[in-house]
């Protein structure tokens, strides 16, 4: 899902891939060299924490020998935010669903190929003993943070940016993305409210869009399940109180204000009602079903096409 229609002059587009998918920075002016070295080896130290897929990463580690292991300090806010969204959908959303995705053949490997004679993950987030950025299992076990992962990183990315003095930009994670105004005028003045415009990608036609969002200051966040399937009907999306992939809800896109929330709330939507959610974290919404209906929160800056 990537910006549409961003309407800025002196557009400058900074194109890459990083942790196993396709990302795009535009801000006002170049990036300098300093600065591009700073984003790779940022994204590096993250992947390094948290990939699932290679295995000098700490998640690897802990999937190997359990026990108690310190996270980077950035692992405070993605912590929380899975404590929160846990509890809100009853145990659906669950980084240590891991398992369960390498059952259903997304592994390191890739393999897409279901291994049912995989022993199924018993523990759950709720269960798990942690003290700030510490994390303490008895045993092995899989932490995939797919979930809010990306969104985060696009957070760090976007406030790395900022640090380095580029206050306006658009940090696009494939879909995770975060928009920094900065100063009137600056990126996306043309349109309103400096707002920039992003098509909301059918989830069952990738040519096709099902409506438009207005992203001012903030972050909007999309997931389908259409994104890594594999199999009949079989997704990335897992419901961890079954270990199956979601089947009524498709798609669905928030505006947060931070990428890690608006992630993580993506996932949410598919197991529990935005009411439920919005106890604790204000966003808008939209949401698709697998019967064609969309459902659009009343203070969604956009609109849905008939």
């Avoid at 940016?161 to 100063?183: N, P």
């Amino acid at each position: 899902m990537p910006p549409a229609d961003l309407a800025v002059d002196a557009r400058h587009t900074l194109d890459f891939d990083a942790i196993g998918t396709r990302w795009q920075i535009e801000t006002d002016s170049p990036l300098d060299d300093a600065t591009r070295a700073a984003v790779a080896e940022r994204i590096e130290l993250f992947d390094r924490a948290y990939s699932r897929f290679r295995p000098d990463s700490l998640v690897s580690r802990l999937a190997r020998e359990g026990g108690r292991l310190e996270f980077p300090a950035d692992a405070g806010p993605l912590f929380d935010v899975y404590d929160r969204v846990s509890a809100l959908t009853d145990g659906a959303v669950d980084p240590l669903v891991g398992r369960e995705l390498e059952r259903l053949g997304y592994d390191a490997e890739y393999s897409f190929t279901p291994h049912p004679e995989r022993v199924a993950e018993t523990r759950r987030w709720s269960d798990l003993r942690r003290e700030g950025t510490a994390v303490d299992l008895s045993s092995p076990a899989l932490l995939d943070v797919g979930a809010a992962g990306k969104g985060h990183l696009v957070d760090i990315v976007s406030d790395l940016l900022v640090a380095r003095g580029y206050e306006r930009s658009v940090v696009d994670g494939s879909g995770d993305l975060r928009h920094r105004l900065g100063r009137p005028g600056g990126l996306g003045s043309a349109a309103p409210g400096g707002a920039i415009r992003v098509a909301l990608e059918h989830p069952l036609d990738a040519t096709q869009a099902i409506g438009v969002a207005e992203l001012g200051e903030g972050a909007l966040c999309a997931s389908a399940g259409n994104r890594r399937a594999w199999g009949d009907g079989v997704h990335h999306i897992l419901d961890a109180r079954t270990g199956r992939p979601a089947r009524e809800v498709i798609a669905t896109w928030v505006i947060a204000a931070t990428a890690l929330q608006a992630d993580a709330l993506a996932t949410a939507l598919f197991f529990a009602g935005a009411h439920t959610l919005a106890t604790a974290f204000p966003f808008s919404y939209v949401r698709m079903f697998a019967d064609g209906r969309a459902e659009i929160s009343r203070d969604f800056p956009g609109e849905l096409f008939t």
